[in-house]
C-alpha cells in the first residue's frame, strides 16, 4: 500500500511534571506546546489525568487559547472529563485507561468488555465535532470493539515494544513489533486511522515509522527529557529527520 502521511503529535505532559515537582509556573506547558508548534509538530497532545499530577485545567484552557494546530485531548472516560472535553470541543479526544497508583499509562482500554457504556460514552463528543480516539493494546478484539462503537480512530500502545528494546529483550521487541504490524494493518482495513505512541525514542521509532497503515505517532517523555540536553526545537526536528527517513 502506499503510506499515508506521517504526523508528529508532541506530548507535553512532562513539562508539567517538572513544573510540579516545585510547584508555581514554570516550565510552561503551554509555552513547550508553542515551541513545538513551532518546531514543526503537526499537533499537540496533553493528558489531564484525574489526579492532576502533570497537566491541570488551567494548563488546557492555556492550550486551547494559545495553539494553532489541533490538541489531541487524552482522558479517562469519566463524567467529569466529559464534561471538559464538551466545554473544549478540542480537535480530537483520546480515551486512555487510568490507574490511579500507576507510574504510566500501562496498557491499552478494555473496550471490548465496556462495548455499550463507551458507546454512549464517545456519542456526544462524536456530535461536537471531536474526532475520537481509543488508546489501546495491538489485540484483534479490541480493534474490533473500537470500530463497533463508533471510534474513528485507535492509538496503539508501543510501550511494552519500547520496553523491551530498552531491555535488550528482541525477541520480545520482535514480537510485539509483528503484532503491531499486524495489528496496524487489520484496523486500516476496517477503516480506522491509525495512530501510535507510548515510550517512543530515537533508538526505536524507525520500525513504528515504517508501518505504512500508521498516521500519527504521539511521542512525549523522552523528547522532554531530551530537550535538557539540546533543546526542544532540536530534539523534534531530529525525531522527525528520524521518521522521514524511516518513512521513505
Ligand atoms: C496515554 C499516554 O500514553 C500518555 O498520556 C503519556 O504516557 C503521558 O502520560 P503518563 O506518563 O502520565 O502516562
Ligand atoms: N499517547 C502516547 C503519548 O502521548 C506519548 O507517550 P510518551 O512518549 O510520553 O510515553
Given at each position: 500500500m502506499t503510506a499515508k502521511k506521517l504526523r508528529l503529535g508532541v506530548n507535553i505532559d512532562h513539562?508539567?511534571?517538572?513544573?510540579?515537582a516545585r510547584g508555581g509556573a514554570v516550565p510552561d506547558p503551554v509555552r513547550a506546546a508553542i515551541m513545538a508548534e513551532e518546531a514543526g509538530a503537526?499537533?499537540?497532545?496533553?493528558?489531564?489525568?484525574?489526579d492532576r499530577r502533570h497537566i491541570t485545567d488551567a494548563d488546557i484552557d492555556?492550550?486551547?487559547?494559545?495553539?494553532?494546530?489541533?490538541?489531541?485531548?487524552?482522558?479517562a472516560a469519566t463524567p467529569e472529563m466529559q464534561a471538559i472535553a464538551l466545554r473544549h470541543k478540542p480537535h480530537a479526544v483520546c480515551i486512555v485507561p487510568e490507574k490511579r497508583e500507576e507510574r504510566t499509562t500501562e496498557g491499552g482500554l478494555e473496550v471490548a468488555r465496556e462495548e455499550n457504556a463507551l458507546a454512549h460514552y464517545i456519542a456526544p463528543l462524536r456530535d461536537a465535532g471531536c474526532r475520537v480516539s481509543i488508546f489501546i493494546a495491538a489485540?484483534?478484539?479490541?480493534?474490533?470493539?473500537a470500530h463497533r462503537i463508533g471510534a474513528e480512530v485507535i492509538e496503539l500502545h508501543t510501550g511494552a515494544y519500547c520496553d523491551a528494546h530498552a531491555e535488550g529483550r528482541f525477541d520480545d521487541r520482535d514480537a510485539e513489533l509483528a503484532r503491531l504490524t499486524d495489528m496496524a494493518a487489520f484496523a486500516d482495513d476496517?477503516?480506522?486511522?491509525?495512530?501510535?505512541?507510548?515510550?517512543?525514542?530515537?533508538?526505536?521509532v524507525s520500525p513504528i515509522?515504517?508501518?505504512?497503515?500508521v498516521a500519527?505517532?504521539?511521542?512525549?517523555?523522552?523528547?522532554?527529557?531530551?530537550?535538557?540536553?539540546?533543546?526542544?526545537?532540536?530534539?523534534?526536528?531530529?525525531?522527525?529527520?528520524?521518521?522521514?527517513?524511516?518513512?521513505?
Open positions: 513539562v508539567a511534571t517538572v513544573r510540579n503537526d499537533g499537540i497532545t496533553a493528558h489531564l489525568r484525574e492555556g492550550l486551547m487559547a494559545a495553539l494553532q494546530g489541533p490538541l489531541n485531548f487524552e482522558m489485540d484483534q478484539r479490541q480493534i474490533e470493539a476496517l477503516g480506522l486511522e491509525v495512530h501510535a505512541g507510548h515510550g517512543l525514542t530515537f533508538d526505536c515509522a515504517a508501518l505504512p497503515q500519527e505517532l504521539n511521542i512525549g517523555h523522552f523528547l522532554i527529557g531530551e530537550a535538557i540536553f539540546q533543546g526542544l526545537g532540536p530534539a523534534i526536528q531530529q525525531m522527525r529527520t528520524i521518521m522521514e527517513a524511516a518513512r521513505a
